[in-house]
């Protein structure tokens, strides 16, 4: 099998994290230029690409998208979030009845539009029902989700992105009839004793999800993956945060 | 903290029924400034509830009488720790406000407003006081506390709190053959006295949200400065319990809190099952301030022990340090001296019972409910 032509467009925030973790990959290759490549990945500028072209797009995705377009949903392939969905997959953990998650970060640019759009839809990936109810409200930093699902699943998120620089913060926890799964970084911290305060860091896991994400991207385009879905998956996460914090 | 006087008279406590948890009796027994000098119950409850106060008046070598109001006035009583069946908190506990004793009593303080009215009425009218059992000294929450206190996250304006009991119930949901006749709430309840996770204890079913609620509502209440929650938006599932299914009764809830001031709480709570966590199950706080933000966990500090043969219900991770039934105890005695509020009182408690009342319609309804505060 050949490898699967990748061209990663230019302007795509962190283009080198990007390339490093499709090289790791030996059925993606990294190409130049888009006139080689089989895939693109991109952030914005849509309408520049070949129509016949898969492309992953990580930016925020256009009301009218073009249907050869497949937002990247990157929260999936983190790697807490992976090993929690192997557990459901499994049966380990029963029915998914729960999920808490709090997404923390230090600035609005990392808390932005799209990466809410992309919280919200890990949650519904892992309850995996469809939505039966949703609210939202916010205090003055703080900002609330709370769903229902149609089989009696619930979800509450939380955005908060006034952390000290540099910070995040993740807590993930999916509560299943016969198990639940903890994905906390409060538990994930090691402290660093050092002049001033006591630092608690978790090891750097920022590019982890990249390589899952591409390989399953790669896998979609292999299998003649249907972008329509994708983007149905995305636009339901994006309405519910449109109603509810718009 | 300075202790109480030790030199004053002891506080004479009777034990109003012990059907249910008997560490509120024992902790104000271990306790240097209370002597408990009888239990109590009335006469017209079921054996197993005199056998439990029987067991209990024994150990303590102390009489039992099955006639509180004869208690109250033989006894010279100055207060009562009530623990009967869940249900019963509340009446008994008027009954002793009526008779002009202080009250400690065992959480929830009611299902129903009505009643929790009738004692903060006979509270204010005999001039004595109540304190509802609670979790608010453990460690990590007075920490939370000093936190919010020392100005460290600054203003509050929302928290997050987790509260799973990693306890089972009874067969998990959907594990009984077809057929099988409801599983009866008492039975079961009595059950789970072994272990003591008979929280429910008694005929009335009683979901999580009104058994446990009141502790984290608790620390909400206490972390925020018992800001008044206006607005609940719920959802609850019987998830996990053939026993909660069986008497429509959840097992499962998430609670979004609006309050005064602009403040915002949820709330996740759950009687998840023992396989889900190794210890009591994970219990934990989201603070976000105007300064900062902080992530506690309630079971800290804690040591970890793993060895061979380790029962499997042995909690792999030992809270240390936890002086809360002493630190209630010792606050109660100051509420009878007069030098201190209840750290939950029985207005307190009210105002979460409304809170949870409000969770369970819009839970119903699916839509935002107001609270009924007083």
Redesign the interface.
């Known amino acids: 099998m050949n490898p699967l032509r990748l061209h990663v467009s230019f302007d795509v925030p962190e283009r080198d994290a990007i390339l490093a973790a499709a090289s790791r990959i030996p059925t993606l290759a990294v190409v130049e230029s888009e006139t080689e490549a089989d895939a693109i990945v991109a952030f914005q500028d849509l309408g520049k690409w070949p129509k016949d072209l898969p492309v992953l797009q990580l930016g925020e995705l256009p009301t009218e998208a073009p249907t050869n377009v497949y937002p990247a949903l990157p929260s999936r392939f983190d790697p807490h979030a992976q090993a929690i969905r192997r557990r459901l997959d499994a049966g380990d953990l029963g029915?998914p009845?729960?999920a808490?998650l709090?997404v923390?970060s230090s600035t609005s640019e990392a808390l932005n539009h799209r990466n809410k759009i992309d919280a919200i839809d890990l949650v519904l990936w892992l309850i995996g029902e469809d939505i039966e109810?949703s609210?939202g409200?916010?205090?003055?930093?703080?900002q609330?989700i709370?769903l229902?699902f149609v089989h009696?699943?619930?979800?509450?998120i939380?955005f908060?992105d006034?952390?000290?620089a540099d910070d995040r913060?993740r807590?993930l926890?999916v509560?299943?009839?016969?198990?639940?799964a903890?994905a906390?970084d409060?538990r994930d911290r090691n402290l660093f004793f050092a002049s001033g305060d006591t630092n608690a860091r978790p090891p750097a896991t920022g590019y982890a999800h990249l390589g899952p994400m591409l390989e399953d991207f790669a896998s979609c385009i292999r299998n003649n993956g249907d972008a329509a879905h994708a983007q149905r998956t995305y636009r339901a996460a994006e309405t519910i945060l449109k109603e509810w914090l718009p | 903290m300075n202790p109480t006087d030790r030199k004053k008279p002891p506080i004479r406590a009777g034990v109003l029924s012990v059907v249910k948890h008997d560490y509120l009796p024992r902790a104000l027994a271990a306790h240097p400034r209370f002597e408990l000098v009888c239990v109590t119950d009335d006469a017209d409850r079921p054996q197993w509830t005199d056998d439990r106060n029987e067991v209990f008046a024994k150990e303590f070598g102390i009489p039992y009488l099955t006639n509180p109001e004869q208690a109250f006035a033989e006894f010279e009583l100055d207060a009562v720790i009530v623990s009967p069946e869940a249900e019963r908190h509340c009446a008994l506990a008027v009954r002793a406000a009526e008779a002009g004793l202080h009250v400690v009593v065992d959480k929830p303080l009611s299902t129903r407003l009505d009643e929790c009215d009738r004692l903060i009425n006979a509270l204010g009218k005999n001039g004595v006081h109540c304190l509802v059992w609670n979790r608010n000294f453990l460690p990590a929450i007075v920490q939370a506390k000093e936190a919010i206190d020392s100005g460290q996250v600054g203003t509050l304006s929302s928290i997050h709190c987790d509260f799973y009991f990693a306890k089972d119930a009874g067969p998990p949901l959907g594990s009984l053959p077809e057929g099988s006749p409801p599983i009866d709430w008492l039975e079961r309840q009595l059950e789970a006295h072994a272990d003591g996770s008979d929280g429910g204890v008694g005929t009335e079913p009683m979901g999580e949200l009104q058994v446990e609620g009141i502790y984290p509502l608790a620390y909400i209440h206490l972390l925020t400065g018992g800001a008044k929650v206006r607005r609940v938006v719920a959802r609850t599932a019987s998830h996990f319990h053939q026993a909660h299914a069986d008497n429509d009764v959840d097992d499962l809830a998430t609670v979004t809190l609006e309050m005064e001031n602009g403040m915002v709480a949820t709330l996740c709570l759950g009687r998840i099952g023992a396989a889900a966590h190794p210890d009591i199950g994970e219990i934990k706080l989201h603070l976000i301030g105007d300064r900062g933000a902080a992530v506690i966990s309630e079971a800290r500090p804690e040591v970890a022990c793993y060895h061979r043969n380790q029962p499997a219900l042995q909690f792999k991770h030992e809270r240390v340090a936890d002086e809360n039934n002493y630190l209630l105890s010792e606050n109660f005695a100051r509420v009878i001296d007069g030098t201190e509020s209840p750290m939950l009182s029985a207005r307190d408690a009210r105002d979460i019972c409304a809170t949870v009342l409000a969770a369970l319609a819009s839970a119903r309804t699916g839509e935002p409910t107001e609270v009924d505060h007083l």
């Open positions: 029915r009845g729960l808490r709090h923390w109810s609210f409200t916010q205090s003055q930093a703080n609330v709370h229902g009696g699943a619930m979800a509450l939380d908060y006034q952390l000290p913060y807590s926890t509560i299943g009839s016969d198990g639940a903890y906390d409060h």
